[in-house]
């Protein structure tokens, strides 16, 4: 279960630069133990390509990864991962495939805006921010 997210809250973070956004995501998935992003039927929506990079898009919420629910990913729902599983699963899986992490994008008039991060990074900024809040 996630946190309940306030309409303010939501549109302040929505314009709010990206290494906020980050630590920000940083924090509440840490929080909450859930990590969040899109799924349909094909599998888990990517962004980029294979020529210059895949990432998986995350968000740090349920209602930001809905917002993306659209365009070329309007069949796709937000679908949340538990904190164990993406340390212990998805990081050696986005290392092995050469993947990134776009964490808490947001739509610019260029597309997504977000910070890509390497799996490795993600997971060290995590663990360090579980370490402070045990």
Do not use: C
């Not at 859930?34 to 599998?43: D, K, P, R």
């Not at 294979?50 to 937000?78: C, K, L, M, Y």
């Amino acid at each position: 279960m996630t946190y309940k997210l306030r309409q303010k809250e939501r549109d302040a973070l929505l314009t709010t630069p990206d290494s906020a956004r980050y630590k920000y995501s940083i924090g509440r998935i840490a929080d909450w133990q859930e990590v969040w992003s899109l799924h349909g039927s094909t599998g888990w929506v990517l962004a980029g390509s294979p020529e210059s990079g895949e990432s998986i898009p995350v968000w740090p919420h349920r209602d930001f990864a809905q917002i993306f629910a659209v365009g070329e990913w309007n069949a796709t729902t937000p679908k949340g991962i538990g904190l164990a599983d993406w340390l212990d699963k998805w990081i050696p899986g986005l290392m092995r495939d050469g993947r990134s992490v776009t964490v808490f994008p947001v739509a610019i008039s260029t597309g997504l805006h977000g910070i890509k991060v390497s799996p490795e990074r993600f997971r060290d900024d995590l663990s360090e921010e579980l370490s402070r809040i045990e």
